[in-house]
C-alpha cells in the first residue's frame, strides 16, 4: 500500500526510524556540549573563588567523568590567566603607569587638592 507522499510502508519506518537516530544523536552532543560549559564554569568559579552552582555540578555528575573542556575554551582561559599574571606584577604596572597619559594624571592630582583645600577651609576658621 503506498502513501500518498509516495512512499511505501517500508520507507516509511526507514525514515522514522533514521529521524530517531538523528535526534538521539543530536541529543547526546547537546548534552556533552552542556556538560563541557558547566566543566568549564566550574574552573573559572575555582579560579575566582566564586560560588559553586548546583546545577553546574549536576550537569557534570549526570555526565561523568568523560567530559573535558574544549581545548579552544582551555587556551582562552590560560591567555585570560597569562594576562592578569602580567598586569598584577611589578613589571605590568610599570607598564600601566607607561600607559597613563601624565596631564590627566596631573589635572586628577590637581583637582583633588582644590577639593581638599576647599574642604579643609570650610573646616578650619584659621585658612
Same mark, same amino acid.
Given at each position: 500500500?503506498a502513501?500518498?507522499d509516495?512512499?511505501?510502508?517500508e520507507?516509511y #519506518?526507514?525514515y522514522q526510524?533514521?529521524l530517531?537516530?538523528?535526534?538521539?544523536e543530536?541529543?547526546? #552532543?547537546?548534552f556533552t556540549?552542556k556538560?563541557?560549559?558547566?566543566?568549564l564554569?566550574?574552573?573559572l568559579r575555582?579560579k575566582?573563588? +566564586?560560588p559553586?552552582s548546583?546545577?553546574?555540578?549536576?550537569?557534570?555528575?549526570?555526565a561523568?567523568?568523560?567530559?573535558?573542556?574544549?581545548e579552544?575554551?582551555?587556551?582562552?582561559v590560560? #591567555?585570560?590567566?597569562?594576562e592578569?599574571?602580567e598586569?598584577?606584577?611589578i +613589571?605590568?604596572?610599570?607598564?600601566n603607569l607607561q600607559n597613563?597619559d601624565m596631564?590627566q594624571?596631573?589635572?586628577?592630582a590637581?583637582a583633588?587638592?582644590? #577639593?581638599m583645600k576647599?574642604?579643609?577651609?570650610g573646616?578650619?576658621?584659621?585658612?
Amino acid at each position: 500500500m503506498a502513501r500518498p507522499d509516495g512512499m511505501s510502508r517500508e520507507e516509511y #519506518e526507514e525514515y522514522q526510524k533514521q529521524l530517531v537516530e538523528d535526534k538521539m544523536e543530536r541529543d547526546a #552532543e547537546f548534552f556533552t556540549k552542556k556538560a563541557e560549559r558547566a566543566t568549564l564554569r566550574t574552573c573559572l568559579r575555582e579560579k575566582y573563588r +566564586l560560588p559553586k552552582s548546583e546545577q553546574d555540578e549536576i550537569m557534570i555528575q549526570q555526565a561523568g567523568d568523560d567530559i573535558d573542556v574544549p581545548e579552544e575554551l582551555l587556551k582562552m582561559v590560560d #591567555e585570560d590567566a597569562t594576562e592578569e599574571e602580567e598586569k598584577q606584577s611589578i +613589571l605590568g604596572q610599570m607598564q600601566n603607569l607607561q600607559n597613563m597619559d601624565m596631564d590627566q594624571i596631573k589635572e586628577k592630582a590637581q583637582a583633588t587638592f582644590v #577639593e581638599m583645600k576647599s574642604k579643609a577651609e570650610g573646616k578650619c576658621a584659621v585658612m
